[in-house]
């Protein structure tokens, strides 16, 4: 399948325009979400339908506590990702390379049908990031809108506004994860960039849309008074401090497995941290 969001340049050489990363792909070139390839001069798809995960979660999992709480929502994932994060709790499904296995076809009408037998108000596209798999969860999302069924995007928020203006007729939930203050720890240790997802935050609470923030608290890379001070500072420069956030505790896992869990002084320091910044509402998890 052919994706979207690609520019033509000179020798077959094609731009992806879905995130951030921009990438140039030379004929044979995959993308770096190990999704998306040059193929004869166009950018194809490498997993078409191919889903990874479905389940039927309550809302408040997504995190979201504000939007259609008491609900259940039909959750769907596709493989890959745009960021690089040593401590991904889906890293089986989100840093995959060319050669991962088929999982089960599942095409979105597939997806309306069972949201709706299931009882659920709405789908999210969750687990892995959306944006990887932008037209999959784009053309279920238009379906999804015919049934009168709401859209939950949950994502790290490094897309496009290329991408942001496909998605934003039919997204009525975001969840964005805001991993640290700085760019240079995006960059070192996600691969990644934060300016994209400040503007993204900024340019979906101008739309108000439903949005709520989510930080994973990592001992020794955010979480230090100033770096908590500073998440909450750019949310408030961002959007606004009646924006939801929820301070997430970190366990080991994946590339991080011998760092310990997030102390839970820490975490009620952030807590405390985020109502004296003036948030009305924020909430720890993961304290089990």
Not at 45 to 67: C, G, M, Q, R, S
């Amino acid at each position: 399948m052919r994706t979207i969001l690609q520019k033509s340049l000179k020798d077959s050489i094609v731009k992806c325009q879905v995130c951030p990363h921009y990438c140039v792909l030379k004929p044979g070139d995959i993308g770096k979400c190990q999704v998306r390839k040059n193929k004869a001069g166009e950018i194809v798809l490498l997993y078409e339908n191919l889903v990874v995960a479905t389940h039927i979660d309550p809302i408040e999992k997504k995190p979201l506590y504000h939007f259609l709480r008491g609900t259940t929502t039909y959750s769907i994932a596709l493989a890959g990702c745009n960021m690089k994060c040593p401590w991904c709790q889906n890293y089986a499904i989100s840093q995959i390379d060319s050669s991962y296995p088929r999982h089960q076809t599942i095409n979105p009408q597939t997806h309306i049908e069972n949201a709706i037998k299931s009882g659920c108000n709405s789908i999210s596209y969750t687990y892995s990031e959306p944006t990887i798999y932008l037209e999959h969860a784009l053309e279920t999302m238009k379906l999804a809108k015919q049934h009168n069924l709401k859209n939950v995007w949950v994502t790290n928020g490094f897309f496009t506004k290329e991408t942001r203006e496909k998605i934003l007729p039919f997204v009525d939930a975001f969840n964005i994860d805001l991993k640290a203050a700085d760019d240079h720890t995006y960059k070192t240790m996600m691969n990644a960039r934060l300016d994209p997802v400040l503007d993204n935050i900024k340019a979906l609470y101008k739309a108000k849309k439903h949005l709520e923030i989510t930080t994973l608290i990592i001992p020794g890379m955010n979480d230090s008074t100033k770096q908590l001070n500073k998440m909450g500072e750019l949310i408030k420069e961002y959007a606004s401090t009646d924006v939801p956030w929820h301070l997430s505790r970190f366990f080991p896992s994946y590339l991080m497995k011998n760092k310990p869990k997030t102390p839970r002084k820490t975490m009620k320091k952030a807590k405390y941290i985020a109502d004296d910044l003036g948030f009305k509402n924020s909430y720890l998890g993961n304290m089990f």
